[in-house]
């Protein structure tokens, strides 16, 4: 029997009883969350800490539990041919299963909802009429204002029926835009879901054009791996990065809309400023030197210089007697200690006790019998620290990195055959700061400090990783997220034509060895499910220019009139245009993204309030006041919008330091477009697209 959409109120319509069986789980899903607020803890906790970390674990089950009013509870359901029990079924006995967000069972415990990250939900994904996993029948839900209001039916096992594109899937894929970004479990394919569903232990890095959905196939991985491995990554936690603010606030609630409310978010700059205050910019030219993996060799030689040979002997005095330990033992000392490769910092506080340990020998062949407490003594004894610092002293990693950028023989030093004269010169500062309290620290400069003080000190690596966009981070900043999951995993997701930093890296392969994690996967996702065909062929017109031999974007979805190209008759009518260019929009339902060069925004921003328009700033959520989004084109990475109006795309590769930086923002802009793209120019559009 042939997929089919039945939409009716009928009582004896099956929709009457996936009605009821929606209520009766929502219900269910209220009486979990009533039991969890239910509880007395006074009686089962041994102290007020104790205490308090179980109310905290408690508020985030009741968080978790909580029924989402607009987002579906289930959006589809499995009839399987057999009976699936045990562990695959989670308890339950029978052959249909409904597919959720999380799962739902009723005062016995039975499943009324099964996760869609359980096993027994992989065949939701996966099955196909070639392939069927033992499903009869695949159902999936329409649903209109948190209303079931229709179902589709696939029955995978008769020879009738054929792969094809399912309408509510479509549906949902094009429903409007409006707020931030919305998970995609409902709609997640069979590609998407084999990354998704891939294991802890290793790297997985996605390649993905517009609109394959690489980000939010990034985030239900990490949703699927604390489904999982909850207990392990409970202990190690679990760190989204992106590259602005305005993206995280996009993103921030697919997780909680998925019951995980412990996933933190943060940018690149968010790591590493930790120790440091950003108030400084770099040149392109400085920035790229500053970013370049050969930092991390000159601030290594530059920590270890600090590190001198010892001139002469410590001498311990204890009571009467004096313990001598001679310059070549001391020396011996050292050689061990660095050729063992210890953070710089370690081997500071472990120096002083092989100096004390040398005493204590000296002292059991006396006759003594020294303990434990006498070597820590020892150890602080003042000769021996005295030693310690003339031989291995403390290192703040700020003073190193503020030598470096202000000393140009301490720089040449350390970064001969590494820096070019020219290159030292690019990032030495004209003007010497006189402390770290009075240098305005740019970003890349923050980095270095993030690498000299894992040089000093190990920095705390987390379990799994997700860097988004990462197509636009220098070496230095792979390898200062690489050391925040040095012991986990990674999910790299990112797409090479999209690079739009002087820095942006030209393979995976560099990308990955950088984050330390050379043996990861590399997937491609080549399949489009946001963009129209339209605007992503008119987009890939400029592949060749800015990412030779990478495959375009194949789009799924054909939307003719997606696109418009509209030239007026000169810059003086160019905002008025555009501004009613954002009114036709506005005619249709969803969010409107106008997208402009950064250099363009005062002025749209001017036209549009002397249209008496109103608009909100990337990342919020639109409302019934506006709809209507001004995007400076260096924000609009990763974000997405059903109609987009392009200001000016000559603009926009002018606004960058050179053309194919310029065309990558370009490119960026043109795939922001859910429904439909007008592109408003008065200036020539670049070759590429003509």
């Not at 899903?29 to 970390?53: C, F, G, K």
């Not at 000392?333 to 050729?339: A, K, N, P, R």
């Not at 194949?554 to 190209?565: A, T």
């Not at 429904?675 to 559009?685: D, I, K, P, R, Y």
Request: proline share 6%.
């Amino acid at each position: 029997m042939p997929a089919h959409v039945a939409e009716s109120d009928s009582p004896t319509d099956p929709l009457a009883h996936e009605r009821a069986h929606l209520a009766a789980s929502r219900a269910a899903l209220r009486a979990m969350r009533e039991d969890v607020q239910a509880l007395d803890i006074r009686d089962v906790t041994a102290n007020w800490v104790n205490a308090v970390v179980l109310q905290a674990q408690i508020d985030d089950r009741i968080k978790a539990l909580a029924d989402l009013s607009h987002t579906p509870l289930f959006f589809g359901r499995l009839d399987y041919l057999h009976a699936v029990g045990g562990e695959l079924a989670e308890g339950a006995e029978g052959e249909q299963f409904y597919i959720g967000r999380r799962h739902v069972h009723d005062a016995a415990g039975d499943p009324m909802v099964i996760d869609w990250r359980a096993p027994v939900s992989q065949p939701y994904y996966q099955a196909s009429p070639k392939n069927p996993q033992d499903v009869g029948l695949r159902r999936r839900f329409g649903y209109t204002g948190g209303e079931l209001t229709a179902y589709e039916d696939e029955h995978l096992t008769d020879p009738e029926e054929t792969t094809r594109t399912s309408r509510l899937l479509q549906a949902e894929i094009e429903r409007p835009r409006v707020g931030p970004m919305r998970d995609i479990v409902a709609t997640i394919q069979p590609e998407q879901d084999e990354i998704v569903r891939s294991g802890l232990g290793g790297t997985v890095c996605v390649q993905g054009g517009p609109g394959t959905g690489k980000t939010a196939v990034g985030l239900h991985r990490v949703a699927y791996l604390l489904y999982a491995h909850r207990e392990r990554l409970a202990r190690t936690g679990t760190l989204v990065v992106g590259p602005n603010r305005s993206f995280l606030h996009y993103i921030e609630q697919v997780l909680p809309a998925l019951g995980e409310l412990e996933v933190k978010q943060a940018t690149v700059d968010d790591l590493v400023t930790a120790q440091v205050e950003v108030r400084g910019t770099d040149g392109a030219a400085a920035a790229v030197i500053k970013g370049d993996a050969r930092m991390a060799q000159v601030l290594r030689r530059a920590i270890r210089s600090h590190v001198t040979p010892p001139a002469e002997p410590v001498v311990v005095v204890r009571g009467s007697r004096r313990w001598r330990v001679p310059v070549h033992e001391l020396a011996e000392m050292v050689d061990e200690l660095l050729s063992r490769d210890m953070r710089y910092g370690s081997a500071h506080e472990a120096l002083p006790q092989r100096i004390a340990h040398a005493v204590l020998v000296r002292m059991e062949e006396a006759g003594e019998a020294p303990d434990d407490r006498v070597q820590n003594a020892v150890a602080r004894n003042p000769a021996v620290k005295a030693a310690v610092k003339a031989i291995w002293p403390a290192v703040d990693p700020a003073k190193l990195v503020l030598r470096l950028l202000s000393d140009a023989e301490f720089l040449a030093a350390h970064s001969r055959d590494l820096l070019t004269a020219d290159e030292q010169k690019q990032i030495l500062w004209a003007k010497p700061a006189r402390s770290v309290k009075s240098v305005k620290w740019s970003a890349a400069d923050a980095v270095l400090i993030d690498e000299a003080h894992d040089l000093v000190a190990r920095t705390h690596s987390l379990g799994h990783v997700v860097l988004d966009e990462a197509q636009d981070l220098s070496p230095m900043q792979y390898r200062a997220v690489g050391r925040r999951c040095s012991t986990g995993s990674a999910t790299v997701l990112g797409d090479l034509a999209q690079g739009t930093t002087p820095w942006s890296t030209q393979s995976w392969e560099q990308a990955l060895f950088h984050l330390g994690k050379a043996d990861a996967v590399v997937e491609e996702l080549t399949a489009g499910f946001r963009v129209p065909r339209e605007v992503i062929a008119y987009a890939s017109r400029l592949l060749p220019e800015i990412s030779p031999g990478l495959a375009p974007v194949e789009s799924v979805r054909e939307s003719p009139g997606s696109l418009v190209v509209r030239e007026v008759a000169g810059p003086d009518v160019l905002a008025a245009a555009v501004v009613a260019a954002c009114e036709e929009s506005l005619d249709h339902e969803g969010s409107i993204g106008l997208i402009a060069a950064d250099a363009r925004i005062p002025a749209l921003a001017e036209a549009l309030a002397g249209a008496g328009h109103s608009w909100l700033s990337p990342g919020e959520e639109t409302s019934a006041e506006s709809r209507l989004t001004l995007v400076p084109a260096s924000l609009a990475k990763g974000l997405e919008y059903d109609y987009v109006v392009l200001d000016e795309p000559a603009a926009v590769v002018d606004g960058e330091p050179d053309e194919r930086t310029g065309l990558r923002r370009l490119y960026v802009a043109l795939t922001r477009a859910v429904s439909g793209l007008t592109v408003v120019h008065a200036a020539e559009l670049p070759a590429a697209l003509r």
